[in-house]
């Protein structure tokens, strides 16, 4: 472990001198080429903006309430990072410019619609008769997609404490839509009033019972692409399970939510309160100095 943050904080020092004598070169279009171009949608010539981000999960889960989702569909969180803010181990996130910081990949939910809702394992009985009467039917895809559920720069992220696998490396406020056409294009659970925040982390948990610990890993430490100007966490992993998930709102549109929403909630076991859910999020975390990003 010592020798992985040795060479973490070497290649770290490393990337800094070569971005110290990078400010002197003027900033290229943002078409970066090679291995760069992951970084195309980087405010990389922002002057508040001194490293960019793209992290890409490719595998892991996520447990709200009494479903699970695995994610099969890549996720990225992309964008510009700023120097920590006073004595915060915290950057300032800066947007993608084009919009999508986190990208809306949809996660095919197991079971489909029947693995969503079971009318039978719902204990109210007029709930029970409603969701039997409803959800017979043939449209039995279900897809969970988690988006942002707040403005993109209040995303926290410390590069530090991704890194030496201590306290929160990532703070994400973020809702789940889920998408199916009988539950309509607005069911979400989370909303920017009432949103899921994932207080993510490369060390360890520690949730409130039910929930037990778990561990996350800054994952393999690689410096890679040309002038050896991107930084790789090669299986980062980041994980949360002590975050709580308010009930659904919207589901089936106006009229029939009252029905819908209740039934969501009964199906999904939401509200759900913390240390009864779980994100873990595994794939490869970039990190370059905005100031090489632009040389490329």
């Not at 900033?27 to 980087?42: M, R, T, W």
């Not at 030496?164 to 294009?185: C, I, Q, T, Y």
């Not at 994952?219 to 100007?229: A, I, L, M, Q």
């Amino acid at each position: 472990m010592y020798r992985k943050f040795k060479r973490a904080r070497l290649s770290v020092s490393a990337l800094a001198l070569v971005a110290f004598g990078a400010l002197f070169v003027a900033p290229s279009a943002f078409a970066h080429s090679g291995e760069y171009a992951e970084f195309n949608q980087c405010p990389s010539t922002n002057p508040n903006v001194v490293t960019c981000l793209y992290n890409k999960t490719t595998s892991g889960e996520v447990i709200l309430g009494n479903k699970k989702v695995p994610i099969v569909n890549p996720v990225v969180l992309q964008g510009g990072l700023s120097e920590p803010v006073g004595e915060s181990p915290f950057s300032s996130f800066y947007p993608a410019l084009n919009g999508e910081s986190l990208t809306k990949a949809a996660q095919p939910v197991p079971g489909g619609l029947s693995g969503l809702v079971n009318c039978k394992e719902i204990s109210n009985i007029i709930l029970r008769l409603l969701c039997e009467a409803t959800f017979e039917n043939g449209f039995t895809g279900v897809n969970s997609t988690l988006e942002l559920s707040r403005p993109a720069s209040e995303i926290q992220v410390s590069l530090g404490n991704i890194l030496f696998e201590n306290g929160v490396s990532a703070k994400l406020p973020v809702r789940v839509h889920l998408e199916n056409p009988l539950l309509g294009s607005g069911c979400y659970i989370g909303s920017s009033s009432s949103p899921i925040i994932w207080n993510l982390t490369t060390g360890k948990t520690s949730p409130p019972p039910p929930n037990k610990s778990i561990s996350g890993t800054v994952g393999k430490v690689e410096v890679k692409g040309p002038d050896e100007g991107i930084l790789r966490l090669n299986g980062n992993r980041q994980v949360d399970n002590a975050w709580s998930a308010p009930a659904a709102t919207g589901c089936g549109g106006a009229g029939w939510e009252l029905i819908l929403d209740p039934i969501i909630d009964a199906s999904v076991g939401v509200p759900s309160k913390a240390g009864t859910n779980t994100a873990s999020l595994t794939g490869i975390a970039d990190e370059s100095p905005s100031a090489i990003v632009n040389m490329h």
